[in-house]
């Protein structure tokens, strides 16, 4: 049994806008929508998971020291679709009435958590998305940070968001039947796009996606941890068929165990 903390998939819906006047304009509707509740669902399906679902902005506004206790409890962290700021920034720096009381610094997220897969042989998931990797215009960032030494693959230095309507079909290497080989791929669905990486010399590619044979799912052995990165999304809209595949819930389990067998 793993306990997962699970950071990302979240969105808030603002809208529709009116402009009623020239002086009024109103938000009229506010919907908060849980996109991690497919992957939630599917870790936790035969009960031997648990997972906390947590949206970016509550893990951005964890205060010092709540991370580590964090780190501790859980046995295997998930991180989907949020750029680096969400690890990098704290709100106390954006607020003036601290500014100039002491110097405002702050334990690096990043560093705990290479250090906790390291040395505490914790497990670590990194997925797809517009923020994920270097993302949409770089704002995922993930290849400028010290995540990069421990990604089971390279970020590009430039966007690397890769779409087609038309959707991508996964393909798995030896390597990924050798380690996943209980789940039919047979009728997985398109994938509507991944963030294209280059491959680590020290990882292990199971999936490929694209007519590069990008990495899609690779898996690392950091210190006593093992990372795993799938390139694409777990949820809609790059996974808007992905979710409803017969095999989603294996296939994410299996995942679980590949990361927290090195515990």
Not at 70 to 80: A, C, N
Not at 160 to 171: A, H, N, Q, R
Request: glycine share 10%; proline share 6%; net charge negative.
């Amino acid at each position: 049994m793993a306990s997962i903390y699970y950071v990302g998939d979240w969105a808030v819906l603002m809208g529709p806008h009116f402009a009623e006047s020239p002086f009024q304009n109103a938000v009229k509707g506010l919907e908060i929508f849980n996109y991690g509740i497919w992957l939630k669902n599917a870790l936790e399906q035969d009960g031997r998971n648990t997972v906390q679902s947590v949206a970016s902005w509550d893990f951005y506004k964890l205060p010092p020291g709540e991370y580590e206790k964090i780190l501790e409890q859980y046995d295997v962290f998930i991180f989907s679709d949020i750029e680096a700021k969400i690890f990098q920034l704290a709100p106390a720096f954006f607020d003036r009435m601290q500014f100039g009381q002491k110097p405002l610094t702050f334990p690096d997220r990043l560093r705990l958590t290479a250090n906790v897969v390291r040395e505490a042989g914790k497990g670590v998931i990194f997925l797809g998305g517009w923020y994920s990797f270097t993302g949409e215009m770089g704002k995922g960032g993930w290849g400028r940070t010290l995540l990069r030494d421990i990604l089971p693959v390279t970020c590009l230095p430039h966007e690397d968001l890769m779409e087609s309507t038309e959707g991508f079909l996964p393909k798995v290497t030896a390597a990924g039947k050798s380690q996943l080989p209980n789940i039919s791929f047979a009728d997985c669905p398109p994938i509507l796009g991944y963030n294209l990486t280059q491959r680590q010399p020290d990882s292990e590619v199971l999936m490929e996606i694209g007519d590069e044979g990008a990495p899609l799912l690779a898996i690392r052995q950091v210190g006593a941890g093992k990372v795993l990165a799938f390139t694409s999304d777990p949820a809609p809209h790059w996974g808007c068929n992905f979710v409803y595949w017969s095999e989603y819930a294996k296939f994410w389990q299996t995942c679980i165990g590949l990361v927290h067998s090195a515990k």
